[in-house]
């Protein structure tokens, strides 16, 4: 929203497609004249194939700022020895793996424009470790490095 209130018009990419549907509309709704695009892409899978429709999507596009808060925390503060490795790897991929990827491919279109900066949103569980949330911590602390 911030963004279209500055004019830039805003591709939004998520996991799930009606929360994104809800995003755009309010965007038009609010501000007229800013063009959304809004892609829902399985970040859990790992599977490059998901990214390809992104790729479609901006190869055109002239993207000028990249805000990437790719994201999943643990589904209940726990333990490590008692998180699953469903979760883990759940997590691992998202945040890490989910994160390098959507940069690479944005940061591959700003360049060739020579546009604008990427923020990465870390958490405070990068700078400490949390109890409870290792494989998170552990996950943004190596996006902020």
Do not use: W
């Amino acid at each position: 929203m911030q963004l279209a209130t500055k004019g830039f018009n805003v591709v939004l990419v998520s996991g799930t497609q009606s929360e994104l549907t809800t995003l755009a509309q309010a965007i038009k709704s609010k501000y007229s004249g800013i063009q959304t695009k809004a892609l829902a892409i399985g970040f859990e899978r790992n599977d490059s194939a998901d990214y390809e429709p992104l790729m479609a999507l901006v190869k055109d596009l002239h993207i000028a700022i990249l805000i990437d808060n790719v994201s999943k925390s643990n589904n209940i503060a726990i333990p490590f020895l008692e998180t699953s490795g469903m979760e883990m790897d759940e997590i691992i991929t998202i945040n890490v793996n989910g994160t390098l990827k959507i940069t690479q491919i944005l940061e591959l279109c700003m360049d060739l424009r020579k546009r604008g900066p990427t923020l990465t949103m870390g958490a405070f569980g990068s700078l400490l470790p949390t109890p409870f949330l290792a494989t998170y911590s552990s996950s943004k602390a190596f996006v902020q490095h």
